[in-house]
């Protein structure tokens, strides 16, 4: 049976001295819903998911599995570990070298009392469900590790918990392998309806795994929303930075044009329409993001398009292979360009005319904008 997992205003001090690791986190996890916790190294992920394990003591809030608190500082109430029926796999293979692939599946079931001939049919099942059922006599040593972080997983799940925490399981595989097993993952951890909290720094991972994806820098949860309203609609520019916004165009917020807001650009030459999130004064200092995907690049007699149009050159073009990156000069600044495609269109030096749809673009209040997220810049 899924279960719903709701988290209110966690937070965790590791000391006085310094900022909180985790910062009044709130967020409810529907019954089997995969929701993902990315943000840069430090910004408090596996503080949170220690802290829903039980094996962080939280410095206040409330951890609520279905109806049950597991944690709540208002009434004291703590469950043990080992009492919440959650299942947890690492970025290190946490796999026992010295046993066999079912001896190390077996382990979490033994210390639970469960009879011989049940447990060997859950191992089974539970071999088959991560893909290792031809390896259950092997020792876990002479397995390469992607076969490690299935023998974790399945050491996780044997025990049929209610959530799975996931910690950068991926992180420690190479390239394909990890696209590999993320797809894996996903389909397993849906096959069994778990409810899941799964922790990266990896934008794409999130965006493969995830149901929900929720954004953390220095301790708080900036937004949490579906990946395709993250990458369509994000609340700040840092959110907008770590989902692959690389470019910003200074201006200032001069009018309102019904859903949009009219933005000077260039010292006034020029105006453009972008989305504005936030909350933003008239007069004041914006940057407006844009991410270099949803910009078009044309010829000077292309036909007009619904985007806003602005000349501008092409400075560089780098080949990919599959696609092309073009820098391009725009109104006294430099824009990433990508266009998919293996056969480049624009030379450097080219004119071309450089297409912003206004609902793709955002303005964002320049004093919001902090040094931290400057680092992301
Ligand atoms: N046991 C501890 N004692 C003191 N500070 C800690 C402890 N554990 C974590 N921290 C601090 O809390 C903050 C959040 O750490 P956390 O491990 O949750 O980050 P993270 O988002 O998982 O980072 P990473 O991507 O590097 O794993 C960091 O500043 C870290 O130094
Ligand atoms: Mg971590």
Same mark, same amino acid.
């Given at each position: 049976?899924?279960?719903?997992?709701?988290?209110?205003?966690?937070?965790?001090?590791?000391?006085?001295?310094?900022?909180?690791?985790?910062?009044?986190?709130?967020?409810?996890?529907?019954?089997?819903?995969?929701?993902?916790?990315?943000?840069?190294?430090?910004?408090?992920?596996?503080? +949170? =998911? *220690?802290?829903?394990?039980?094996?962080?003591?939280?410095?206040?809030?409330?951890?609520?599995?279905?109806?049950?608190?597991?944690?709540?500082?208002? +009434?004291?109430?703590?469950?043990?570990?080992?009492?919440?029926?959650?299942?947890?796999?690492?970025?290190?293979?946490?796999?026992?070298?010295?046993?066999?692939?079912?001896?190390?599946?077996?382990?979490? =079931?033994?210390?639970?009392?469960?009879?011989?001939?049940?447990?060997?049919?859950?191992?089974?099942?539970? =071999?088959? !469900?991560?893909?290792?059922?031809?390896?259950?006599?092997?020792?876990?040593?002479?397995?390469?590790?992607?076969?490690?972080?299935?023998?974790?997983?399945?050491?996780?799940?044997?025990?049929?918990? *209610?959530?799975?925490?996931?910690?950068?399981?991926?992180?420690?595989? /190479?390239?394909?392998?990890?696209?590999?097993?993320?797809? /894996?993952?996903? +389909?397993?951890?849906?096959?069994?309806? =778990?409810?899941?909290?799964?922790?990266?720094?990896?934008?794409?991972?999130?965006?493969?795994?995830?149901?929900?994806?929720?954004?953390?820098?220095?301790?708080?949860?900036?937004?949490?929303?579906?990946?395709?309203? !993250?990458?369509?609609?994000?609340? /700040?520019?840092?959110?907008?930075?770590?989902?692959?916004?690389?470019?910003?165009?200074?201006?200032?917020?001069?009018?309102?044009?019904?859903?949009?807001?009219?933005?000077?650009?260039?010292?006034?030459?020029?105006?453009?329409?972008?989305?504005?999130?936030?909350?933003?004064?008239?007069?004041?200092?914006?940057?407006?993001?844009?991410?270099?995907?949803?910009?078009?690049?044309?010829?000077?007699?292309?036909?007009?398009?619904?985007?806003?149009?602005?000349?501008? *050159?092409?400075? *560089?073009?780098?080949?990919?292979?599959?696609?092309?990156?073009?820098?391009?000069?725009?109104?006294? +600044?430099?824009?990433?360009?990508?266009?998919?495609?293996?056969?480049?269109?624009?030379?450097?030096?080219?004119?071309?005319?450089?297409?912003?749809?206004?609902?793709?673009?955002?303005?964002?209040?320049?004093?919001?904008?902090?040094?931290?997220?400057?680092?992301?810049?």
């Amino acid at each position: 049976m899924s279960v719903a997992l709701t988290v209110s205003n966690l937070a965790k001090s590791f000391s006085p001295d310094i900022l909180p690791a985790v910062d009044d986190v709130s967020f409810v996890a529907a019954p089997g819903e995969i929701i993902v916790l990315l943000g840069p190294s430090g910004c408090g992920k596996t503080t +949170t =998911l *220690r802290m829903v394990a039980g094996l962080e003591q939280p410095t206040k809030g409330l951890i609520r599995i279905n109806d049950q608190a597991v944690y709540d500082s208002a +009434t004291g109430a703590v469950v043990a570990p080992q009492n919440r029926q959650i299942g947890m796999v690492f970025q290190s293979y946490a796999v026992w070298p010295h046993m066999t692939v079912f001896e190390n599946v077996a382990y979490p =079931l033994k210390r639970r009392g469960i009879s011989k001939s049940e447990a060997r049919e859950r191992i089974a099942d539970t =071999l088959k !469900l991560v893909g290792l059922e031809d390896y259950a006599e092997r020792s876990v040593v002479a397995l390469s590790g992607g076969q490690m972080q299935r023998v974790a997983l399945a050491r996780a799940l044997v025990y049929q918990p *209610r959530i799975v925490l996931l910690d950068e399981p991926l992180s420690n595989l /190479d390239a394909k392998l990890r696209i590999r097993l993320r797809d /894996d993952l996903r +389909t397993i951890i849906k096959q069994l309806g =778990l409810t899941a909290l799964y922790v990266t720094h990896d934008q794409e991972e999130a965006v493969v795994i995830g149901d929900r994806i929720g954004v953390m820098r220095d301790g708080k949860l900036l937004q949490m929303s579906a990946a395709v309203d !993250l990458y369509n609609n994000p609340a /700040d520019l840092f959110v907008a930075n770590f989902t692959g916004v690389t470019n910003t165009l200074s201006g200032r917020l001069v009018g309102r044009d019904g859903a949009h807001g009219c933005i000077e650009l260039g010292g006034g030459a020029v105006r453009i329409l972008a989305k504005v999130p936030g909350a933003v004064q008239s007069g004041e200092s914006v940057l407006v993001a844009l991410r270099p995907e949803n910009i078009a690049l044309s010829n000077s007699s292309s036909q007009a398009s619904a985007s806003q149009q602005f000349a501008g *050159r092409v400075v *560089r073009r780098r080949f990919h292979g599959g696609q092309s990156v073009y820098t391009v000069a725009l109104l006294g +600044t430099e824009l990433d360009v990508v266009e998919l495609g293996t056969a480049p269109r624009f030379a450097s030096d080219a004119d071309v005319l450089v297409s912003i749809p206004p609902d793709l673009c955002w303005a964002f209040a320049s004093r919001a904008v902090d040094k931290v997220a400057h680092e992301h810049l």
